[in-house]
């Protein structure tokens, strides 16, 4: 029987570790004080993210395996730091807005720790049975935060509509795994990339199986990366959530999808690249082209945002449809997908923060309410600027270096048209992000409410992170480049790449 | 057709008929009755399949606990019975139903077409089943074993924050 050495395991597992107690904590010292407008809560939570965050630059180079099916790999890692980090960026905007409109602070926090810890279980899952459990504790984790504004009809709808759409998408999921369980016999991605490989273990028909059960879970993985046509959820889900929700969800929630699409993929189906990277292909035209489209006729600010979201869905999808085995530059598919999502966590999160703050002080998402906004929150309409330029990939801003590392891979890979409908949709991009910038600058405000836009420090704090880090990565991408090839390395130790 | 074939056929009629009852009837209350039905077919199905302690625990847990729990919540809140005269379907279940078919015969052709590899090993018996098991959630299984519980715990905070009266 499988020996474990749980020393070593709960050092492997120490963010998850840091993670779990740390919600524990949280809930435990919510009961005990019943103080839900302190410090003391948010602070704890932050002390928890942060260590996490922290000692995930600890496992880098490592490739090890922790009770059978968590991979402590480079992937991992990346991952780790990403989704500790959004969430520390997510938690800074969260407590004003949580406590001005929930009495329930202290459980909120340590949902938002476990939403985290479903993050990185499902970057670093690879067997699928975690996997799906794992993907199902972020998508229950979600529905809860989504409706957590019990008093307001709409955010109650976002959560109703949210269940609906991910409970069918799971159960699609789970019909595909289900074709590859039957044919390797095993829930184990290398076990099926074993099945599959080795023509001695391959029997019969089994090869027709794959095509079949990588568009039934696309259903599941493109659930929560919303891509085109399961994206349906995002522009309710995204306009009835609290906003510090809806930035999570447009950020964490879509990295641990494409995590999982990288990690399923290419270790237990990289000999049918050709088949799956055709259907992303696919899938990627048609979420960066109806996303912005849709997006040029919304007047809500969550919901163009949701639109904008999807359709970025589809630019970093195309970094994984062009991945190139072989080739090992920068402008790899892989290390494309990881460095846009940086790129894009700092952008998104950063626009996501002044639309909350403008929020919290007007009451309004309305793209209408945006007019004349320079005058009153000049800083907050210049870091939007900038994040819209983001967005539209304009440089020198991290949307452009994200847009080069994957547009430059679709090129390696010869898929020139899908580079051509790339650019053009980012052409399209700048006119709905503009016309938002017009309003902010150009368009008189209304005549009541002309005092300036007040928000917390803690607001202004990830803010100005966010607005560093989009412009860093702009004009140094360097140590990011860095952080993406790191991440993309867990590819040479693949078994059957 | 043998004893086991005529046995598996009776249970796939049950469980695909209560759910079929279960999704379109009007109330709330024989909706959970027929759910109740639905347990008990697939924990025969459980059984065929050398799978006796899973068939029990499907008995003991969903038709013993789960259900008996639903209908008290159902009893319990007010104004969940539902509307006896609220329309069955909405005006897109033509386009469901030819959803659904596709997905279905797609699966149906799948499982007919491929040479599945089969299991070497016999079934095991039901107490050699339910050791393993338990072996399994305490070495192998035991990180999504743990996944599980987090995962309950997260759902049983959000049923309270949600549904609490304040």
Do not use: C
Not at chain 1, 131 to 159: K, P, Q
Not at chain 1, 265 to 280: E, G, I, S
Not at chain 2, 14 to 23: H, K, P, R
């Amino acid at each position: 029987m499988a020996q474990i050495n749980w020393a070593e395991t709960i050092w492997l597992l120490g963010p998850e570790v840091i993670l779990t107690v740390g919600a524990l904590v949280v809930l435990v010292v919510d009961f005990v004080r019943d103080d839900d407008r302190g410090p003391l809560l948010p602070g704890l939570t932050l002390i928890t993210l942060g260590g996490a965050f922290l000692l995930s630059f600890t496992y880098l180079g490592l490739d090890r395996t922790a009770l059978f099916m968590f991979e402590v790999d480079n992937l991992t890692s990346f991952f780790r730091i990403l989704a500790t980090g959004t969430s520390v960026l997510i938690l800074l905007v969260s407590v004003d807005y949580v406590r001005s409109r929930s009495r329930h602070a202290g459980e909120f926090y340590s949902l938002l720790l476990w939403v985290t810890l479903a993050v990185i279980l499902v970057a670093a899952s690879s067997d699928l049975i975690l996997l799906y459990l794992s993907f199902e504790l972020l998508s229950i984790t979600s529905y809860i935060l989504v409706g957590w504004l019990r008093d307001e009809a709409r955010s109650n709808e976002a959560a109703i509509k949210y269940l609906l759409y991910g409970a069918i998408s799971s159960a699609v999921m789970l019909y595909g795994m289900s074709l590859l369980y039957g044919a390797a016999g095993s829930t184990r991605l290398e076990d099926i990339a074993r099945t599959f490989s080795d023509p001695a273990v391959r029997v019969g028909t089994l090869d027709e199986l794959v095509l079949p059960a990588v568009v039934l879970m696309l259903a599941g993985f493109g659930f929560k990366t919303s891509l085109v046509p399961f994206h349906q959820w995002a522009p309710d889900a995204y306009e009835g959530a609290p906003t510090p929700v809806t930035a999570f969800l447009s950020v964490g929630s879509k990295a641990a999808g494409f995590a999982v699409l990288i990690r399923v993929f290419l270790t237990a189906l990289p000999m049918f690249q050709v088949d799956w990277a055709a259907v992303l292909v696919a899938f990627s035209i048609l979420t960066m082209t109806l996303g912005n489209l849709v997006a040029l006729v919304q007047t809500n600010m969550k919901r163009l945002l949701a639109y904008s979201s999807v359709a970025q869905a589809g630019y970093i999808l195309m970094g994984l449809a062009a991945y190139v085995a072989t080739d090992t530059s920068t402008l790899n598919g892989i290390a494309g997908v990881l460095l846009y999502l940086v790129a894009y966590l700092f952008t998104n999160l950063g626009a996501f923060i002044a639309v909350i703050a403008y929020e919290q002080a007007t009451g309004s998402v309305s793209i209408a309410d945006y007019a004349g906004m320079v005058r009153r929150a000049p800083w907050l309409a210049g870091a939007l600027v900038v994040f819209f330029l983001s967005l539209a990939g304009i440089p020198p801003t991290a949307g452009f270096v994200g847009k080069l590392a994957v547009f430059g891979a679709a090129i390696n890979a010869q898929l020139y048209y899908l580079a051509v409908i790339g650019v053009v949709n980012s052409v399209i991009s700048v006119y709905y992000y503009f016309n938002v910038v017009r309003q902010m600058f150009f368009m008189p405000p209304p005549a009541e409410g002309e005092e300036p836009v007040r928000y917390p420090q803690a607001m202004g704090l990830a803010l100005t992170v966010s607005l560093v880090g989009t412009l860093l990565i702009g004009i140094y991408p360097q140590p990011f480049l860095d952080l993406a090839n790191v991440g993309r390395q867990f590819l040479a130790m693949l078994p059957f790449a | 057709m043998t004893a086991e074939q005529v046995v598996f056929v009776l249970a796939a009629v049950v469980t695909l008929g209560s759910a079929l009852g279960m999704v379109t009837t009007r109330s709330v209350f024989v909706g959970a009755l027929w759910m109740i039905a639905v347990f008990g077919g697939v924990a025969a199905l459980f059984i065929l399949l050398g799978a006796g302690f899973l068939g029990i625990v499907q008995i003991l847990v969903y038709i013993g606990a789960i259900a008996v729990l639903i209908l008290f919540a159902i009893m319990l809140t007010p104004r969940v019975m539902g509307d006896p005269n609220a329309p069955r379907y909405n005006r897109q279940w033509p386009l469901v139903a030819v959803m659904a078919s596709a997905l279905a015969s797609l699966l149906v052709a799948l499982v007919l077409r491929t040479d599945w590899p089969l299991a070497q090993e016999g079934a095991p018996t039901i107490t050699g089943f339910a050791v393993e098991l338990g072996k399994g959630f305490m070495t192998t299984y035991i990180l999504p074993f743990e996944v599980a519980s987090v995962l309950l715990l997260v759902a049983l905070i959000g049923a309270i924050v949600i549904a609490r009266e304040e």
